[in-house]
């Protein structure tokens, strides 16, 4: 969970000034990603130029390079990310696994 000055720290990142209501509605919910979705951005560019060649899903990992290095990430990453800005906020997230089809068949993860 992110705590109540990490999230200020965000929502000044993504430029998000809207209050949270007092129910959790989906205009809401639909302004915040929208404007994370018009910030953080789905590159690989850690995997490529970092010594380490590695990825990490801690949330305090996610938050420094997401709103303290203002990077973005691979699917998973920005994924977390938002799934723990959600809870965070009172939502409840549920995660799942999802994959693109490129053929006729889908194969094992």
């Given at each position: 969970?992110f705590t109540?000055?990490?999230?200020?720290?965000?929502?000044?990142?993504?430029?998000?000034?809207?209050?949270?209501?007092?129910?959790?509605?989906?205009?809401?919910?639909?302004?915040?990603?929208?404007?994370?979705?018009?910030?953080?951005?789905?590159e690989?560019?850690?995997?490529?130029?970092?010594?380490?060649?590695?990825?990490?899903?801690?949330?305090?990992?996610?938050?420094?390079?997401?709103?303290?290095?203002r990077?973005?990430?691979?699917?998973?990453e920005?994924?977390?990310?938002?799934?723990?800005?959600?809870?965070?906020?009172?939502?409840?997230?549920?995660?799942?696994?999802?994959?693109?089809?490129?053929?006729?068949?889908?194969?094992?993860?």
């Amino acid at each position: 969970m992110f705590t109540p000055e990490q999230l200020s720290q965000y929502f000044a990142h993504i430029s998000f000034t809207f209050n949270l209501p007092a129910s959790h509605s989906l205009a809401y919910l639909s302004e915040l990603q929208k404007y994370h979705l018009a910030t953080v951005p789905f590159e690989n560019l850690t995997l490529h130029y970092s010594k380490h060649h590695l990825l990490s899903l801690d949330p305090q990992d996610l938050f420094r390079k997401v709103v303290g290095r203002r990077m973005g990430g691979y699917c998973m990453e920005i994924n977390a990310f938002f799934g723990i800005v959600l809870r965070s906020l009172g939502f409840t997230v549920f995660s799942t696994g999802g994959r693109v089809k490129p053929d006729k068949e889908y194969l094992g993860w």
